[in-house]
């Protein structure tokens, strides 16, 4: 509304340079951008949808936006209207993987955390995320930002999430109370990134509840042993 003012008291003011100011200002591009048409959810959701397909298929060396474009039906503007780069569209389609929802609540504590860990399994196992995971966290590496948007997209809502199932953990006299959350939550997940980052073991079946049981038998309560015990020894 400012620059259409001010070229009314100054007709020396042309419309390409009242243009010119309203472009210069960040709150008027925001404000521009809210005026105009609504963003497009079915175009959000097959743009992600084949950003994960053509990670699938060459991998994130390989993925374009052009290549994204083509394959969602679309164009790399609107592409780039959605997500400023390809780094950071790709950390939104592997957050919409990983998910953000709670690990479940089953009153199980080892059954929670199984069930919490498995779900990087399901979301790197395979070549997704051999072809993936290595080359993006090097991209992270030079790029703080992107690194913070890395960690709050993807790396603290999955460790929150298993943090609270630790804690209901230690609530239910499962777990030490004087146990190190943080060294749990990394050795919980640590197998796991290891494998997908090194490619030398795969993500097996049982891996989540080898490690999880591991992790437990030097963090668990003898009330949860015997418990354990009684339910599945034999």
Known sequence: MLPILAAMANPGNTPARAEARTEARPEARTEARAAGRPRDARLDTAILSATRELLAEVGYPGLTLEGVAAR??????????????????????????MGTAPTPDTGCTHCDLILGIETIGQAFGGTFGRRTLPALIADLAGDPELDRVFADTIFHPRRATTRAALLRGIERGDLRADADLDLLLDLLAATTYHRVLFGHMPIDDRLAHDVVMTVLDGAATPRWREHYRQRHDG
Do not use: D, N
């Open 72 to 97: 969602a039906g679309t164009t790399k503007p609107a592409i780039r209207r959605r997500w400023a780069s390809r780094q950071l569209l790709v950390i939104t389609a592997l957050g919409e993987i």
